[in-house]
């Protein structure tokens, strides 16, 4: 079975910095493009970053732009999404998924892994 397991997510103060991972199982890392989404309270699922199966292409969402990075061990099977100058807005379940897709934007969710609460307080 595929399965993705996201950990990291804590309570963080507005202009903190929080490393997010994302275990990967069931797959070759190369057989999926892999990307993040966030769901704040009350909102829907948005993408966030994806990293293409081929290692080198990512894809931003601009709102986090020069403050999220996105990398990824193939070795290790694990994803991370490296969150820096954090504010409020970022505050949100996180959840890592493998995706049709990832070129200059991220493609729909084939397999969802549970999340990891980020709190980003002012």
């Known amino acids: 079975d595929v399965q993705l397991q996201a950990s990291g997510g804590g309570l963080v103060q507005a202009g903190g910095s929080l490393r997010l991972s994302c275990a990967a199982s069931g797959f070759t890392f190369g057989e999926y493009s892999i990307g993040w989404f966030r769901q704040a309270p009350g909102k829907g699922r948005d993408g966030v970053s994806c990293i293409n199966r081929d290692g080198r292409t990512t894809w931003y969402t601009n709102s986090v732009k020069g403050r999220f990075t996105m990398s990824s061990d193939n070795a290790k099977s694990m994803m991370y999404l490296q969150m820096d100058s954090l504010n409020p807005e970022d505050t949100a379940n996180y959840y890592c998924?493998?995706?049709?897709?990832?070129?200059?934007?991220?493609?729909?969710?084939?397999?969802w892994g549970q999340g990891t609460l980020v709190t980003v307080s002012s």
């Open positions: 998924a493998a995706v049709m897709r990832c070129t200059d934007s991220i493609g729909s969710p084939i397999h």
